[in-house]
């Protein structure tokens, strides 16, 4: 993993999977004992605490900071209006998607090492967006979550739902 670090503030450190700040929480992984091929998989930096500040509420909020930091620097909030937003993230949503464009159900499941940090790339765009239309609309992301899975599972109880293949007729 490459991190900035050093007299830099700690939210400009950058790691490789998806460009984004590294105060996001997260970063890539040593590759398995089994491996072949660079690191891929994303998993938890240590929390960085700047002097001065509290601790970020979560690694969401953290990121959102960074987010926000990052196109400030860069002067590219006035282009971050929701329309935009939701429009690149439809955008990213297809280069992921394209990924996968003509492959068996079981190839996009054994993706090589070069195709994966591809496909975690675009990941990363697409949560990137999402995140940054989120903060756009002050919306908090891992409460509505909570709040769809909640819906969800009343639309779709176990025993009427398992195993189908497409959505139950709901009431």
């Not at 989120?134 to 769809?148: F, G, I, P, T, W």
């Not at 109880?157 to 959505?167: A, C, I, N, Q, Y």
Request: charge should be positive; proline fraction near 6%; glycine fraction near 4%.
């Amino acid at each position: 993993m490459r991190r900035r670090v050093g007299s830099l503030n700690p939210f400009l450190q950058y790691c490789q999977i998806g460009r984004i700040a590294a105060q996001s929480g997260f970063g890539v992984c040593p590759r398995s004992s089994s491996g072949a091929g660079p690191p891929v998989r994303i998993c938890p930096l240590p929390r960085i605490n700047l002097p001065g500040r509290a601790p970020a509420m979560n690694d969401i909020e953290s990121l959102k900071s960074a987010l926000r930091q990052f196109a400030a620097e860069r002067d590219w909030g006035q282009f971050h209006s929701p329309k935009n937003l939701a429009m690149a993230l439809t955008v990213e949503a297809a280069e992921l998607q394209e990924h996968f464009q003509w492959l068996t159900e079981a190839q996009s499941r054994e993706l090589n090492a070069d195709k994966k940090r591809a496909v975690a790339h675009e990941m990363a765009d697409v949560f990137i967006y999402l995140v940054q239309m989120s903060n756009q609309l002050d919306v908090d992301l891992m409460a509505v979550a909570r709040e769809k899975m909640a819906l969800n599972a009343k639309k779709y109880p176990v025993d009427t739902s398992k195993d189908l293949t497409r959505k139950p007729h709901a009431s």
